[in-house]
């Protein structure tokens, strides 16, 4: 009756560096696919081109911005401003004490730097929504409270009420 049976530790040994060989195959397959490194927006491949991302990324651009004189026959709205209302909602970004317009593109968010006083005129424009929300507006996390209720204020003199305005609950980064 002497069969052979492995011992415990033969089998625990087996056992333990079969796991080390999954682990490391899983760690090598990471790493070539590119999951185990930084993979933003902004990142690149190896060969310096960039990286391409499947969601939409909101991104802060400070390209020159045309002024309303330089329009067409659009009402004095620029082509930021047309296009930041063709979706009919204003969506305007707080961040600190700025306010930043929203401009859809194809593939991605850019926020333009506003004045309170534009912001303000731009909603009057919009049409809204089937709920009627005419003003979306988004907050990073280091909005300040005082931005957000003189925007609140200004847009209540000029009769858009807070039934027309939505207040994202989640951050922008």
């Known amino acids: 009756m002497n069969s052979k049976r492995p011992s ?4 625990t040994v087996k056992a333990g ?18 999951g185990g490194g930084p993979a933003g927006p902004d990142s690149e491949t190896p060969s310096g081109t960039p990286m391409m991302t499947t969601d939409i990324e909101p991104k802060m651009t400070e390209a020159p911005e ?16 047309e ?34 006083s534009r912001l303000v005129e731009l909603a009057q424009r919009a049409d809204g929504d089937s709920n009627g929300i ?7 996390t280091t909005a300040r409270v005082s931005a957000n209720e003189d925007l609140k204020a ?20």
């Open 154 to 173: 200004s847009l209540e003199e000029v009769g858009i009420s807070a039934d027309a305005v939505y207040l994202q609950s989640e951050f922008i980064p």
């Open 17 to 34: 560096a079969g796991g080390a060989v999954v682990i490391a195959a899983l760690l090598a397959l990471m790493f070539m696919r590119g």
């Open 66 to 81: 045309t002024s309303p004189l330089e329009s067409d026959s659009s009402g004095g709205l620029t082509a930021d401003e």
């Open 8 to 11: 415990v530790m033969k089998s």
């Open 134 to 140: 005419r003003v979306r507006i988004l907050q990073r």
């Open 83 to 116: 296009q930041a209302l063709s979706g009919k909602v204003l969506s305007i970004l707080i961040d600190e004490r700025s306010y930043l317009m929203a401009v859809p593109t194809e593939t991605e968010l850019i926020y333009r730097p506003t004045e309170l």
